[in-house]
């Protein structure tokens, strides 16, 4: 009768305690609840034997009580240690429960990693292919250019003027987008020991400059590192002002349309001093004959100036020639004096930019935001004039408010919308 009592108030906890034995053998195999199980068993056997012994006595309950009180003491101990598996199964399942949620962590992050990923590979494949339609499209441009209509052979031993290519360089300037128009470069003619690169901003309305900035590497310039400023005059505008963009330097000299004026200005950067001469009475200035594109010009662009392999030229228009280019040689003297003057039929206000390439006047105009073509030429040797020329110039930016020819490396330096950028020249 205690025996069948005693498995009757322990069934519940063995049948709990059997069901975790065979999930902690066949899963964890956790050495706490072995040792735990352990003494279960030998404390229920020994329980089980003293209830048997407890039976079979027969002493009219002379000793029964002690016999019951003993094994009320080892059921106690056997409840002890039925709690302690409790307490320590408990323990392993939250533990299983945490590195569950953990691994599924893990899981759901190395999903995401392999999603992320994939969308990098195929980020850079869309890359690769935008690489290669940009290629393919600067290889047909190479193809539409090469070569262009024959060209006079030029004058220089260069041959003729096939491409242009790039840009080489392309940098925000140290004023940043606040200044679009300006100009730079290098004096053609330099001094010995005084190759330094220069740059003018429009830092008034875009329309006016009163000092030259100087670097004496390119590299300098680009970063903005140890410029030299060399004023013309104190503040703008005002006497000998630069006025517009279109400016050279030529053996250690600015030229420039003086300020509200139809004369050109030469600024010694050595002694700072200003000598000028004036443009014929018909010449245009103050945004009268400027650059331009479709609806639209670039004011203040009446007087531009270009240098080639020996010379310093003005190109300019009058209402004599109806309002088409004209070019004039400048002689480079303390006090500049004109020289040899050429008329072309070039309308001045449908181009964008001119420059000078060993004694021929090539003349740009505005394609498309993308692209600036070279579309016209003027021989000053031999007056032959061509209109369809197809050199294409890949811009960075929309418009181009300042471009001229180094001879030195052949190299176009461009001021396009405050940032400059060059390109270079190539000959066949």
């Known amino acids: 009768m205690y025996r069948l009592l005693l498995q009757n108030a322990l069934r519940p906890s063995l049948q709990k305690r059997r069901m975790k034995d065979i999930w902690v053998w066949n899963g964890m195999r956790m050495t706490e609840v072995d040792r735990i199980m352990l003494g279960l068993r030998q404390r229920i056997k020994q329980l089980d034997e003293n209830v048997v012994i407890l039976e079979k006595e027969d002493d009219r309950n002379l000793y029964g009580a002690i016999s019951l009180r003993i094994i009320e003491l080892e059921l106690a101990e056997i409840l002890a240690l039925l709690d302690t598996l409790n307490r320590t199964t408990s323990n392993y399942h939250h533990l299983i429960i945490e590195t569950t949620a953990q691994l599924q962590d893990m899981m759901d992050t190395m999903v995401a990693l392999v999603k992320f990923d994939k969308m990098q590979v195929i980020k850079k494949e869309h890359e690769n292919q935008q690489i290669k339609k940009d290629l393919e499209k600067c290889k047909n441009e190479q193809k539409a250019t090469l070569p262009p209509p024959t060209l006079s052979p030029g004058h220089c031993g260069l041959g003729q003027m096939v491409n242009v290519s790039g840009p080489k360089t392309y940098s925000l300037t140290a004023y940043g987008t606040s200044y679009s128009f300006g100009a730079w470069g290098r004096d053609v003619n330099p001094a010995p020991g005084n190759d330094k690169y220069w740059l003018v901003v429009l830092s008034s309305s875009n329309v006016y400059g009163h000092y030259v900035r100087q670097y004496s590497t390119l590299s300098t310039l680009l970063l903005g590192l140890g410029p030299t400023d060399t004023y013309i005059s104190s503040s703008n505008p005002t006497t000998n002002t630069i006025q517009g963009p279109n400016m050279v330097m030529y053996g250690n000299a600015l030229y420039y349309n003086c300020y509200y004026t139809l004369s050109i200005c030469r600024f010694n950067m050595t002694t700072r001093t200003v000598s000028t001469v004036a443009l014929p009475k018909d010449a245009g200035y103050n945004s009268k004959f400027p650059f331009g594109i479709l609806g639209k010009s670039y004011d203040y662009t009446d007087i531009d100036f270009a240098t080639d392999e020996s010379s310093l030229y003005v190109i300019y228009a009058t209402t004599g020639n109806f309002g ?44 498309d935001k993308e692209t600036e073509q070279i579309f016209y030429s003027f021989d000053t040797k031999t007056n032959e004039e061509r209109y369809d020329l197809k050199i294409h110039i890949r811009k960075m930016q929309p418009n181009i408010e300042y471009l001229n020819y180094d001879p030195r490396d052949h190299l176009l330096y461009v001021y396009s919308d405050a940032y400059i950028v060059t390109y270079e020249v190539m000959f066949q």
Not at 343 to 351: N, Q, R, V
Not at 352 to 363: E, I, P, Q, R, W
């Open 324 to 367: 088409n280019v004209v070019i004039t040689k400048v002689e480079t003297s303390t006090t500049p004096v004109l020289g040899e003057t050429w008329y072309t039929s070039l309308y001045k206000a449908t181009a964008t930019n001119t420059f000078m390439v060993c004694g021929v006047l090539y003349a740009t105009r505005y394609i």
